[in-house]
């Protein structure tokens, strides 16, 4: 599994998607605008292991972090709060 921190709007992860795609290589493209409100982390303890997982919470799509063998950060945008955060 690839991890990739970008955005659907950046042509370079983009291009490296459509790579990975046509090789059929398992990844996950974590837009860093989504979390919180999209975009959900998780951390579980089982059998006394901690696990940690990334969840798309628009269509559910979860990803074990510890499947994660290489990581790619390639510009990805800033944090965005959500709006019913009021209190700096």
């Known amino acids: 599994m690839i991890l990739i921190i970008s955005s659907p ?3 370079h992860a983009v291009a490296v998607i459509q790579r990975l795609d ?3 290589v398992p990844y996950f493209l974590c837009d860093t605008a989504q979390f919180p409100r999209d975009l959900g982390l998780s951390v579980e303890h089982t059998d006394g292991a901690p696990g940690l997982s990334l969840t798309e919470i628009c269509d ?3 990803v074990d972090l510890g499947a994660v063998k290489v990581a790619w950060w390639r510009r990805p945008p800033p944090l965005l709060v959500h709006e019913e955060i009021k209190a700096p």
Do not use: F, K, L, V
Request: net charge positive.
């Open 22 to 24: 046509a090789r059929g």
């Open 9 to 11: 709007q950046d042509p």
């Open 60 to 62: 559910s799509r979860t």
